[in-house]
């Protein structure tokens, strides 16, 4: 799978024939990847990380992605490195190469939240540690005692949250297999 991008100077701005701006996807992925930096994220990992979501197929190269991102396969090493490690995505093997290719889910954003769940409960732990080494009856204790109360709140509101996003995801699911369904029977 090529991705060719060519510069702004090589072509007009402006949809090609599947609808897709490549000068509008280039300020998407700077400005999402700037948006997750702003947030406590790398900016490289953040910009690989737009980039697979922005492509169809969810899964680039390291070399197509040097090539959409204009940099150095280095940076882009590192930056997948970093994604794979926070399960924002996965390195497979590109079938019948020795390309590895790095592919986003479409559950991802669902991984990430779960994955702070084991946060809230290292925190929460942690917190109960420190409200019995201080006194649950002191100051100290009182606020860290709500803290260690506050995620376990959010963990249960989570659980339940997250169980009405998938209910959610599987009407948006349906009903996109149905447009898919009469827009080939037409």
Not at 16 to 34: H, Q, S, T
Not at 117 to 139: I, Y
Not at 150 to 170: I, K, V
Request: charged share 30%; net charge negative; with cysteine.
């Amino acid at each position: 799978m090529l991705v060719t991008v060519p510069a702004a100077s090589d072509r007009d701005p402006g949809p090609d024939d599947a609808g897709r701006d490549e000068e509008a996807l280039r300020r998407f992925i700077e400005r999402f990847a700037l948006q997750m930096a702003d947030a406590g994220g790398q900016r490289m990992p953040a910009r690989v990380f737009a980039a697979l979501l922005a492509t169809d197929s969810g899964a680039l190269t390291a070399a197509e992605l040097a090539e959409l991102l204009q940099v150095s396969p280095a940076a882009v090493s590192g930056a997948v490195r970093h994604l794979t490690h926070l399960r924002m995505a996965v390195r497979e093997r590109d079938p019948g190469s020795r390309r590895d290719v790095y592919r986003v889910r479409n559950d991802v954003w669902q991984d990430a939240i779960l994955g702070r769940d084991r946060m809230l409960t290292m925190w929460k732990d942690s917190l109960a540690e420190g409200t019995r080494a201080v006194g649950p009856g002191t100051p100290a204790g009182r606020r860290l005692a709500e803290c260690a109360e506050f995620f376990t709140f959010m963990q249960d509101e989570l659980a339940a949250l997250m169980d009405r996003w998938r209910e959610h995801r599987d009407k948006l699911r349906a009903g996109d297999d149905k447009l898919r369904a009469g827009d080939n029977g037409a």
